[in-house]
C-alpha cells in the first residue's frame, strides 16, 4: 500500500478539527479517513470491496476512548481478536487521565497511549511526533494484515 492512511477515531468535531490541522501543521499529508464512533471505525476495518475482497487496512489507528455506540476500548478488542488486524499499530489518543483506562489500553494491546495536551503548540508537536514515529520511522512486521 503506496498510501500511508491514518483512520482517526475521533467522536467529538473539535477534537477532530483540531487533530487534523495538528497533521496538517506537523506536515503530516497523509490520507485521513475519520470514523466518528467505534461503529464506523469497525465498519471500516473490515468493509469488504464489491467483489467481496477486504479492503486495504491503514497504517495507523489515532483511537479516541470514550464515543458513542462502541467505545474505544471495544473497538481495540475487535482489532485485536481478529488475525488481519491485531498487528495494526494503534494509538489511544483521548484525554482521559484515569489510570484505569491506560492501564485497560495497554492490557488490551495499545500500541502506545497519548494524552491530549491542552495547549494547541503541545498537541501539534505530539502529534507531529505521533506520525514521524509511527509512519516513518517504525517498520510494521512484514506482511502485516495486508
Keep these: ?5 491514518i483512520l482517526l477515531v475521533e467522536d ?14 506537523g506536515n503530516i499529508l497523509n490520507n485521513v479517513v475519520v470514523a466518528h464512533d467505534g461503529v464506523e471505525a469497525i465498519d471500516y476495518l473490515f468493509a469488504r470491496d464489491a467483489g467481496g475482497n477486504l479492503k486495504p487496512l ?38 482521559s487521565t484515569e489510570d484505569q483506562d491506560r ?26 511526533q505521533l506520525g514521524l514515529y509511527w509512519l516513518v520511522l517504525n517498520e510494521q512486521p512484514p506482511n502485516a494484515g495486508r
Design 12 to 25: 467529538n468535531p473539535k477534537d477532530e478539527a483540531l487533530t487534523l490541522r495538528a497533521l496538517k501543521k
Design 103 to 128: 492501564l485497560d489500553g495497554y492490557r488490551l494491546g495499545a500500541n502506545s497511549y497519548v494524552r491530549k495536551p491542552v495547549d494547541f503548540l503541545q498537541f501539534t508537536e505530539a502529534v507531529s
Design 58 to 95: 491503514p497504517q495507523l489507528v489515532l483511537l479516541d476512548l470514550k464515543m458513542p455506540k462502541i467505545d474505544g476500548l471495544e473497538v481495540l478488542t475487535r482489532i485485536r481478536a481478529e488475525e488481519r488486524t491485531k498487528l495494526l499499530p494503534v494509538v489511544i489518543l483521548t484525554t
Design 1 to 5: 500500500m503506496s498510501e500511508k492512511t
